[in-house]
């Protein structure tokens, strides 16, 4: 299913009284204020997120997986997803595979096809937390930081297979994330475990292209809930100071112990210049892998602050790596996908309106009170009409939620694809 600008522009047609009315009034009130909204609106439209290839089928969970009719059931049909999200929000640019789920048969086929809607391929993803179809070696017991160095050598080889393969469709960063740890007390020696992980990615990062990334995940706990290897931002952080000037921490939003200060870590990071990524999710107990926004909008927010922040001021740390990380067992993980696109855009528009300068002089008089007011200001802002604003600019849905459903759009991808399609992943 190929959208094209007349399905858009006729979804959008009953939309765009509504919206240049509800778009003027924000603009103005916000112009009178001294932002420039067209610097904004510029800057939501640029802003691209990469879409999982495993998030576009029905999630799945420890206990069980329910499928959703006219899943992607290859790479191909999966491309054609992204490509759907992006013709409707113009926010979802890039596409971020996960080996070996998702290895393409034709490469070149592959680039023409990504060109044509206007994707690029984002951080390619290894998987050393499953065993693979006849491999020689099990990760039972973990993958980088085994104690067999046959075990090890593997996992490495894999991810020195992931960056070629990502070298052809010209991605640029490599991510990494362990299950690695330990199940009981005493099941490992924490000093050999977190050394043994050093040294492997150590001779990953040696087989790293010099215009690439190595980007270190962290997670608390599961599938082992003992000890994981890599449970935190400080753990990854050494890692990655370890391998070298090319590798960065990773941030996933679920991968934090209860009430964290996700936002603190983030500018940590951002100053040191050791940020790469960021994967966007939301939880409410641990790694739910729920549509983002969905249950900690204003945390989602304060991280932004942090993030905008740290991009204006922190030159030292590169360009993010932006992904959606969820998953959808109840969603059309489309549609579910768009809401996080939307959520993602909402709690970056509300850091743009953030006074940053009479933020600063409230800091500096330590004016507790006037701190609050100019983030919650920001916050209870509806930035919707500038979204739309920037969907607008770049050829984009004004909803496009309601764009998807008008178009028929799942019903039309099960035409095409029948009922019993199953995708790749977990």
């Known amino acids: 299913m190929i959208i094209n600008n007349q399905h858009i522009e006729d979804s959008n047609k009953s939309k765009h009284e509504e919206h240049s009315e509800n778009f003027d009034f924000l603009a103005n009130r916000l112009a009178k204020n001294g932002h420039d909204v067209a610097n904004i609106v510029s800057k939501l439209a640029d802003f691209q997120v990469a879409i999982p290839s495993w998030a576009l089928g029905a999630g799945g969970t420890r206990f069980g997986r329910f499928g959703f009719y006219g899943e992607p059931s290859n790479l191909?049909?999966?491309?054609?997803?992204v490509g759907i999200l992006h013709s409707l929000t113009q926010t979802a640019g890039a596409v971020s595979l996960h080996i070996p789920w998702d290895i393409p048969s034709d490469y070149e086929a592959i680039k023409e096809k990504?060109?044509?809607?206007?994707i690029r391929f984002d951080a390619v993803n290894?998987?050393?937390?499953?065993?693979?179809?006849?491999?020689?070696?099990?990760?039972?017991?973990?993958?980088?930081?085994?104690v067999s160095k046959a075990v090890r050598e593997q996992a490495i080889q894999h991810n020195l297979d992931v960056i070629n393969i990502g070298n052809k469709l010209g991605s640029k960063a490599l991510t990494v994330w362990l299950a690695d740890g330990s199940c009981f007390p005493g099941q490992n020696n924490f000093q050999t475990a977190?050394?043994?992980?050093?040294?492997?990615?150590i001779d990953i990062y040696k087989g790293l292209p010099d215009d690439w990334k190595m980007l270190v995940e962290y997670k608390p706990y599961e599938p082992n809930f003992y000890s994981t290897?890599?449970?935190?931002?400080?753990?990854?952080l050494m890692l990655a100071n370890g391998c070298g000037d090319k590798a960065y921490t990773l941030v996933d939003l679920g991968h934090h112990l209860p009430n964290s200060n996700i936002e603190q870590i983030v500018s940590i990071l951002q100053l040191k210049g050791k940020l790469g990524g960021f994967h966007?999710?939301?939880?409410?107990?641990?790694?739910?892998?729920?549509?983002?926004?969905?249950?900690?909008?204003?945390?989602?927010?304060l991280i932004f602050n942090e993030l905008v922040?740290?991009?204006?001021?922190?030159p030292q740390n590169p360009d993010l790596a932006w992904m959606i990380d969820a998953s959808h067992n109840v969603k059309d993980p489309l549609e579910d996908l768009i809401q996080s696109l939307e959520a993602i855009q909402e709690a970056y528009a509300k850091a743009l309106l953030i006074d940053q300068t009479a933020l600063k002089s409230a800091q500096s008089n330590n004016d507790v009170v006037k701190c609050q007011e100019i983030l919650q200001g920001a916050y209870r802002t509806?930035?919707?009409?500038?979204?739309?604003?920037?969907?607008?600019?770049?050829?984009?849905?004004?909803s496009p939620i309601d764009s998807y459903r008008s178009l028929d759009l799942r019903n039309q991808l099960i035409k095409e694809r029948g009922k019993h399609t199953v995708a790749t992943g977990l």
């Open 382 to 398: 509806d930035v919707r009409p500038l979204l739309e604003k920037a969907r607008l600019n770049t050829g984009g849905a004004i």
């Open 114 to 118: 990504a060109d044509a809607l206007h």
């Open 280 to 301: 966007f999710n939301d939880s409410k107990y641990g790694d739910d892998d729920l549509t983002v926004g969905s249950i900690k909008p204003y945390a989602l927010f």
């Open 76 to 81: 191909e049909q999966k491309i054609d997803d």
């Open 126 to 146: 290894s998987n050393t937390f499953q065993d693979q179809k006849d491999a020689s070696e099990t990760y039972k017991y973990g993958s980088l930081s085994n």
């Open 229 to 236: 290897v890599i449970q935190d931002w400080g753990a990854s």
């Open 309 to 314: 922040y740290g991009m204006e001021n922190n």
């Open 194 to 201: 977190f050394q043994n992980t050093q040294d492997s990615l």
